[in-house]
């Protein structure tokens, strides 16, 4: 149970990829094992990788991490405003999990007002549950041209009346810059709001950087926090941007994954990555996909017919039919499930104007689009073995035909998916098939690799190691005593 006052601080970043989202989890780790009710928040994010939630809607990728790391179920509140990216200037908006518009980034700049109110309700409602909230930041307050009707960094700390710590990334060089120069160019209400900053991804020994750290002190007066060195684990943690996939070789059996333009929920690909005799290989746009790849892993799409045109245009779909004809097994996702199909309809214009295009022609479905988003957490048995998987499922459209006859899981209740007859191309809507333990060692059994991990259970190692990584390294006392009940009112 929260206590009457529940206290809060929010982790903002000098810039964009200084990793937030991590640092978040692990301070919310951090103070779940000192005994604190946490709850992680964060108002406004923008991802494709979505979660869904206990209460039946979605949130990033990030938040639904921070909820485990917190030890409770991800909620909508979590994660208000979500922007899922259809084009390079347009987003579906998320409000509490649903649905609320597309929008050019011009109209949603002109929306962002009417979203505050949401995002408070949100906030104040998860500090009704919790000791402390752990709010994230989105990109940097730096970017003063996004200040007007700001509700992702300093916009919202105004309105919850929140103090904030800034996080640089060393990494990248130029931290103090980074950090001393985002307080000069903020308007001074909004400097005055940050108390404390840390320095993260510091590579080899910290001890030389004492006197960058005192210098930061110096000119901006800010308590210091520390400077976390680099946390080898972090490619264990599910990512969030899509710029942090990466391949990872080193195993005899290779998964081949086209990247995308518009890829979209690609956490599927975590617990095969962390697989030792897995190696997965994400294909850049203008690469051929490899002839010697045990699986083709098409992902899901935020706009399927988009990245259908994309990966013909890589001449992907030449590739893949050789992988075929090689014997090699196909796998498709959600959108990749799609277009997998002989045929995608969208008459309503969904992801674009109202058209028609075949697909890929390796299963014979056909997919409709309608304005109906599925959003469930889901149940299933995989129908070879009789494996248990739990995942989620996160679409538009139908997809019927003859091949949905060798439907390959039972998913709360009803036949799943579709496959060839030899059973070597299959396709489903279920995200998250991987993460178990028993489904993905009986796979990976027919690819030739044997499963060497327990994904869920390693995480959570991952994530207590996180938490130590910051008690180690971040005044998590001086933290907590920054913290501070907000000011504003439900």
Known sequence: MAQTKPRAIMIQGAGSNVGKSMVVAGITRALVNRGLTVRPFKPQNMSNNAAVTIDGGEIGRAQALQALAAKVPAHTDMNPILLKPETDTGAQVIVQGKRYATLRARDYAKAKPDLLKPALESFHRLCDQADVIVIEGAGSPAEVNLRKGDIANMGFAEAAGVPVVLLGDIDRGGVIAQLVGTQVILPEADADRIKAFAVNKFRGDVSLFAEGEQAIVDQTGWTNLGTLPWFADAWRLPAEDVMDIASKKGGKVKIAVPRLNRIANFDDLDPLSAEPDVSVEIIE???????????VLIPGSKSTIADLAHFRAQGWDIDLKAHVRRGGRVLGICGGYQMLGSEIADPDGIEGAPCTVAGLGLLDVQTVMEPHKRLALSNATYRATGDAVTGYEIHLGVTQGADCANA??????????????????????????FSADSFRASYLADLGAATQITYDADLEQVLDALAQHIEDHMDVDALLGIAATPTAKA
């Open 285 to 295: 746009a203008g690469r051929p996909l490899p002839g010697d790849a045990d699986l």
């Open 408 to 433: 390959w899981l039972d998913l709360d209740g009803r036949a799943e998916g579709a496959a060839t007859a030899d059973g070597l191309i299959k396709g489903c809507y279920m995200h998250g098939l």
